[in-house]
C-alpha cells in the first residue's frame, strides 16, 4: 500500500491537517514579521546595539574575573553596559510588540478555523497518559473519557512552538542571547506572536 | 585547571568561501577539540544537535511503538547526556566561558520537547492507528 494510501487511511490523518496549517501559519507569521519588524532599520539598530552590549558586558566581566578583583570605575562602567543594554532590550520589545498585533490577528483567526474544523474531535493519539495540567489542554472540548485522545489544541500548541521556534531560528528572527528575558525555556518570539 | 576554549568574537570565526556553501572546514569545526567557539555559534550548534535527537527519538519511537510516559524522561535524559558528552568530551569546552553547564543544556531544550512530543504523537497516531 502506498503512504499517502496508508496515511490518508488512517484514523487520524487529521493531524497532518493540523500540522499543515500550523507550518504555512508560521510562514505566513514570519512573513508578516520580516515585512514589519526585521527588515526596517530601528528593529536592525537596537539589535546590533543588544549584541554589542552583551559582548562588552561579557568581556568585561570575564577580565575582572580573571584580575580578581573589581575596580569601582570598572564596576560603574559594567553597570553602565547593564543599563544600557536593559534598555535596549526594552525598546526592542515595544518596537515588536506594536507590529505583532497583526501577527496575533493571524494567529487568532487560523487558531478559530481550526477550533471549527476538529471541535469535539480527536485528532491524534497519545502514546502516554498526560499529567492533570496538560489533559486540561489535550483533552480539550472532547467527549469520553480516554485521556490518551488529543485535542487540535494540544497538537495546535506542539506545532506552533517547535515550527516557529526553529523556523525564527533558521532565519535568524530568534532575539539576541544578550536581550532580557531569554529564561530556561525560550519561546518563540512572543511579540511576533 | 581545566583547559578551555577561549569566547572569540564573530569577526574572527568567519570563513570565507566563495561558493557560499558549506566548506569541510565548517564541518570538521564541529569535531574539533581545539577550535575556539563563539557564545552564539556554540548555543546554535548545540540547538540543531538537541532538534535533530528530537526528531529522531520522536520518529524511532513512533513506529516501534514506545509507549509510557516514562519515555519522555528517558528522551530528556538521553538529549541531555549527548549534549553533555559533545560539549564536555568532543570540544572539551570550558563550561564556565559559556554561561556554565545550565546555560548550555538549556539551548534548544523546549523547543526539542515540543518537537520530540509532536513527532511521536504523529507517528504513533499514523502507523499504528
Request: aromatic residues 10%; contains cysteine.
Amino acid at each position: 500500500m502506498a503512504p499517502s494510501a496508508l496515511l490518508s487511511g488512517s484514523k487520524y490523518s487529521d493531524s497532518l491537517a493540523v500540522v499543515g496549517i500550523s507550518i504555512c501559519t508560521a510562514i505566513i507569521c514570519e512573513a508578516i514579521s520580516w515585512l514589519l519588524i526585521y527588515r526596517t532599520t530601528s528593529y536592525k539598530t537596537l539589535r546590533s546595539s543588544i549584541d554589542r552590549a552583551a559582548k562588552k558586558l561579557e568581556t568585561m566581566k570575564t577580565t575582572s574575573d580573571a584580575q580578581k578583583f573589581t575596580k569601582k570605575s570598572k564596576t560603574k562602567k559594567m553597570d553602565r553596559v547593564e543599563t544600557s543594554l536593559k534598555e535596549s532590550s526594552r525598546d526592542l520589545s515595544l518596537f515588536k510588540f506594536k507590529s505583532g498585533a497583526v501577527v496575533a490577528l493571524v494567529l487568532f483567526a487560523v487558531f478559530g478555523l481550526l477550533n471549527s474544523l476538529f471541535e469535539g474531535k480527536s485528532v491524534a493519539k497519545l502514546p502516554f497518559v498526560p499529567i492533570s495540567i496538560v489533559m486540561k489542554m489535550s483533552h480539550r472540548g472532547l467527549n469520553g473519557n480516554d485521556p490518551t485522545d488529543c485535542s487540535m489544541a494540544f497538537l495546535y500548541f506542539l506545532c506552533s512552538i517547535s515550527i516557529r521556534t526553529n523556523l525564527q531560528k533558521f532565519l535568524g528572527f530568534s532575539p539576541p542571547r544578550g536581550a532580557a528575558g531569554a529564561g530556561l525555556f525560550p519561546m518563540p518570539d512572543p511579540k511576533t506572536n | 585547571m581545566k583547559e578551555g576554549k577561549s569566547v572569540k568574537s564573530n569577526g574572527q570565526q568567519h570563513h570565507h568561501d566563495q561558493n557560499g556553501h558549506l566548506s569541510p572546514f565548517k564541518f570538521a569545526k564541529l569535531l574539533d577539540p581545539e577550535a575556539s567557539w563563539d557564545k552564539d555559534q556554540l548555543g546554535d550548534v548545540l540547538h540543531w544537535i538537541r532538534q535533530a535527537v528530537a526528531l529522531v527519538c520522536g520518529l524511532l519511537w513512533g513506529s516501534i511503538p514506545l509507549v509510557g510516559g516514562i519515555w519522555i524522561i528517558l528522551f530528556l535524559l538521553i538529549s541531555s547526556g549527548i549534549i553533555y558528552g559533545y560539549y564536555a568530551i568532543i570540544l572539551k569546552i570550558d563550561e564556565e566561558d559559556f554561561g556554565g553547564h545550565g546555560a548550555l543544556l538549556q539551548e534548544g531544550l523546549f523547543a526539542s520537547i515540543t518537537l520530540f512530543l509532536l513527532a511521536w504523537i504523529l507517528v504513533y497516531s499514523l502507523v499504528h492507528f
